[in-house]
């Protein structure tokens, strides 16, 4: 019996008490190498606050940089307890090129999301065109763009596909200029047309002084020239000026007694309006 507890306190003191300190310091290792994981999360959170990045953005990154160091504390820990890590590291690998492999099309959405939040083609509010959708940007999401038509339709976009084609912004600078074409017929004072039109323009409502309305001859056909209306106005209210200034026009038509003749009617093409 003696021999069996002399035995037991050889092996406690060969084994298990250097077990134990193995533990002890593995939990010691872990507990400051949270600590200072959590020490550079806060200076990275700050860093990149100051740079004035989307909030998103700095939160996932941030994960994305705890999650690593701490994928890489767990492996040094199980080191130095004498678990064999190669092949431990090579699961890893493993499991990452796997699940890269099955979600690529969510993982190129991912990298799309984060160079849209980095690189702020466009910004929520603004009307864009992008994936074959025109409308406004509700939210920028890691995956996909929310976006709002302007018949009230909510669309979302991935965002490799926005990303990967042209993104055309409406609301970018100040002002968007607006062309309004006004086919004529031959025998039409032109000038008298040019001068009241651009009168006009500028009483009309959500048209800019600056830079001042234009009206100039665009082309001329066979029925006659025709007229280009050009006047600038908010991104915003682009839409509500188009209707003013059709509105504006047919006025002006009928007040200096202009009649489209119908053979002109047949050959013409009615105003059309669209960006310049």
């Known amino acids: 019996m003696d021999e069996v507890v002399v035995q037991l306190k050889a092996l406690a003191l060969t084994e298990a008490l250097p077990l134990l300190l193995k533990v002890v310091g593995a939990l010691f290792i872990w507990f400051i190498g949270r600590t200072v994981i959590a020490g550079f999360r806060k200076v990275l959170d700050m860093a990149l606050q100051r740079r004035q990045l989307d909030a998103t953005l700095i939160r996932y990154v941030g994960s994305l940089f705890t999650g690593t160091l701490t994928l890489m504390l767990i492996v040094g820990i199980l080191g130095l307890m004498g678990v064999e890590t190669t092949s431990f590291a090579a699961l890893i690998a493993a499991a990452g090129i796997a699940i890269g492999a099955a979600w690529s099309g969510l993982l190129a959405n991912f990298a799309a999301g984060v160079f849209l939040l980095v690189l702020r083609p466009f910004r929520v509010g603004e009307e864009i065109e992008a994936g074959g959708v025109v409308g406004i940007v509700q939210e920028i999401g890691l995956f996909v763009t ?131």
């Open 146 to 276: 929310t976006m709002d038509t302007s018949d009230n339709v909510r669309i979302s976009v991935g965002n490799n596909q926005m990303f990967s084609d042209n993104i055309i912004n409406y609301s970018h600078h100040p002002y968007r200029k607006m062309t309004v074409k006004v086919p004529l017929v031959h025998g039409v004072d032109v000038r008298v047309l040019q001068h009241a039109l651009v009168e006009r323009m500028a009483t009309v409502k959500g048209v800019q002084e600056k830079p001042v309305p234009q009206v100039e001859i665009a082309e001329f056909t066979l029925q006659g020239p025709v007229l280009a209306v050009c006047i600038f106005c908010k991104p915003t209210e682009y839409n509500d000026t188009q209707a003013n200034v059709g509105d504006a026009i047919a006025e002006i038509l009928q007040a200096v007694g202009y009649t489209v003749p119908a053979l002109a009617v047949l050959a013409a093409p009615p105003s059309v309006a669209k960006a310049g």
